[in-house]
């Protein structure tokens, strides 16, 4: 069984800073893409960005400039730098892990983590 479990989220004020983690467990051989999706109050998921296993990225025009995405292969864990927060960037941030091969050389297409709110507001 394979899970994601992100952590540090919370409350940060207006142009301060939150670093979310994302640790993959399980029997994974390898993962392909990993990423992130935020859903805020009242709003479907949209996707922040993704980062490769060769560590190419791409974000939402949304963030870009401000996020940064992340990851450690050897931890199986992709991290999400956040700057300059906005109001507007209030939501459950979820992580997403595409294409994870796991020991018995089967293939997960996808899998979710369970969420994680961040929250900023003075």
């Known amino acids: 069984q394979v899970q994601l479990v992100e952590s540090g989220g919370g409350l940060v004020q207006p142009g301060g800073s939150l670093r979310l983690s994302c640790a993959a467990s399980?029997?994974?051989?390898?993962?392909?893409?990993m990423g992130w999706y935020r859903q805020a109050p009242g709003k479907e998921r949209e996707p922040v960005g993704r980062i490769t296993r060769s560590s190419s990225t791409n974000y939402a025009d949304s963030v870009k400039g401000r996020f940064t995405i992340s990851r450690d292969n050897t931890k199986n864990t992709v991290y999400l730098q956040m700057n300059s927060l906005e109001p507007e960037d209030t939501a459950v941030y979820y992580c997403?892990?595409?294409?994870?091969?796991?020991?018995?050389?089967?293939?997960?297409?996808?899998?979710w983590g369970q969420g994680t709110l961040v929250t900023v507001s003075a």
């Open positions: 997403n892990a595409k294409d994870v091969m796991q020991y018995d050389l089967s293939t997960l297409f996808e899998v």
């Open positions: 399980g029997s994974i051989l390898s993962i392909n893409d």
